[in-house]
């Protein structure tokens, strides 16, 4: 049973930090990419970034301040969030497509089969 579970979200002033993380099961994290996107309010789900065994892709509009790895013995991705601004506010999912050995999809685009529930990330003086 394929299952991905986020934590690490909160309540962090502007200019902070978090890392979430996503831990995974049911499937061998090594083989396969894993995407973080996000979902503001009032506001579509967009792509942040995607981690496989061969590269990693992060949206230019956060590449300077978030940083994406893994750690397949763990079988957890993470997502290292920096100098956090008031419009990274949303929930934060992890989520794959389970296409074994495939590479990230550059346009880090929807259309993933797992989910994980999501991570609530409030950015705020």
């Known amino acids: 049973q394929v299952q991905l579970v986020e934590s690490g979200g909160g309540l962090v002033q502007p200019g902070g930090s978090l890392r979430l993380s996503c831990a995974t099961s049911g499937f061998t994290l090594e083989y396969y990419a894993i995407y973080w996107f996000r979902q503001a309010p009032g506001k579509e789900r967009e792509g942040v970034s995607c981690?496989?065994?061969?590269?990693?892709i992060t949206a230019d509009s956060v590449k300077d301040r978030f940083t994406i790895s893994r750690d397949n013995a763990k079988s957890t991705v993470y997502l290292q969030m920096n100098s956090l601004k008031p419009e990274d506010t949303a929930v934060y999912h992890c989520?794959?497509?389970?296409?074994?050995?495939?590479?990230?999809?550059?346009?880090?685009?929807?259309?993933?089969?797992?989910w994980g529930k999501g991570t609530l990330v409030i950015v705020s003086s």
């Open positions: 989520a794959t497509d389970l296409k074994y050995y495939s590479d990230c999809d550059a346009s880090l685009a929807d259309g993933m089969d797992y």
């Open positions: 981690i496989s065994k061969r590269d990693g």
